[in-house]
């Protein structure tokens, strides 16, 4: 059933009677044309859009546990396209352009929220970065504004403008990036899919995979074999796991990232901010929490917990720039497993099986990504080959010498 | 998680940093580029126990090997990477 304002009538007046399920929890057929490992964001959007774009329906998403319950789930949910390279910036662009679209495309409120992303800078050097980065921005169709200390001073409240060692020079501002809910795009995905005839099926952990020559011709899960034409990953952190099975080895570590939210606030910060000189950034939910987070952990870990000189650290950044978050109380923290890159940038495309596609290696920030890399790994799929926007971000790039590295760390996993 | 330095003994990890798992030999100037994508990209990244360079870089600055599980964060064995390596 739509969801409208006109069902919404009805059902108030029917005592809310005949509202359906939001989808289908299917039980696995014996084969489809596609199986896509992984029922978070990524997972959900490939599936969706391999049946809205490519008309390929006989689709089964398996997830080991439910959908959702990966990194979709436990992100800070920041929304952005202020990439600088050119590898990159196009699919973000992308990206964010399908997010502007979700809610009436899935028809179901993601609750995207555009209430900016300001990059707070330190010093002339990181303001000329930054200039340069945002001038990048606009020369691939993204919309980016520097602004100076008084901007900035007038934009967001609470800020420390005394800090002698990282006094804010400014900052770098993208009106049109902002949060998302984290659930509901898994849900509105998965609802979108699943109307389509995709099956979404949970408690059904990939395990291992058939092979014949340079095919797999079936996937091995905790609920039976089921033969597969073509299958993708979409598994976040366990990309390695994954690939492994296949007898693959990918440029990735796993790693720990946390995140934090604190007891609900009055309406204090409308916008999303990074510190520039320190491993903090932070927003508010609607819900009045403080959603923070920082750095990883910095050492592999499958554990989905982090250790606590982290959240002494991010504590550390927080009050730096925020003082009053001093009296602020910590409600949850939590940690999820995501796939380093050696240059910090996601694979997506075909893996060096006949039939086996990837999206992963997302690392901290494939949130934002999720309906992109969707759209992109469905055409991939569809086509067998990439589209222009993820051509740079295969995994023979590597081998080529085409990392793309934002950050200019060099091929250490966790120094992105 | 808690190291023990053989040194300086039991420490919070703040005070070290990790490389990484042990990689593998270094391949020879002339090898094929397919051993150095291997060398410089490629990472076995197991759930389960790994061994791994770490660095006691806010105490006596050593380089160690630790053996660690990934799924638990639990320490198993600390050596010196000299000893280890023959280094
Ligand atoms: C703390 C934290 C904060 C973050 N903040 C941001 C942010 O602010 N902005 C941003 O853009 N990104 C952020 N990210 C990154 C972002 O969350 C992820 O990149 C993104 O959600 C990945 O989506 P996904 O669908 O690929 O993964 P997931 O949602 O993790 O989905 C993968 C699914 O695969 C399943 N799976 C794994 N193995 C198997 C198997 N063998 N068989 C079947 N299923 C399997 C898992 O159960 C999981 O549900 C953050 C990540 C973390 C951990
Ligand atoms: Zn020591």
Redo the contacts between chains.
Sequence with gaps: MRYSIINVLKQGLAGQKGWQAAWRDATPKPQYDVVIVGGGGHGLATAYYLAKLHGITNVAVLEKGWIGSGNTGRNTTIVRSNYLLPGNEPFYEHSLKLWEGMSRDLNFNVMFSQRGVLNLCHSDAQRDAYARRGNAMLMMGADAELLDADQVRRMVRGLDFQNPRFPITGGLLQRRGGTARHDAVAWGYARAASELGVDIIQNCEVTGFVRDDDRITAVETSRGRIAAGKVGLAVAGHSSLLAEMAGIRLPIESHVLQAFVSEGLKPWIDTVVTFGAGHFYISQSDKGGLVFGGDIDGYASYAQRGNLPVVEHVAAGAVALFPALGRVRLLRSWGGVMDMTPDGSPIIGKLPIGNLYMTGGWCYGGFKATPASGWCLAHTIANDAPHALNEAMSLERFARGRAIDERGAGPRPNLH | ?RITCPYCGSR???EF?????TPPARPADDAP??AW??F????????GP?T?LWQHVQGCRTWLIVT?D????TVAKVELASRATGR
């Design positions: 998680m919070g990890s703040e940093t990790c490389l990484g798992n580029v397919a994508v291997d410089v990209y490629l990472r076995d990244n197991p759930r790994v791994e660690r990934t799924r638990t964060h």
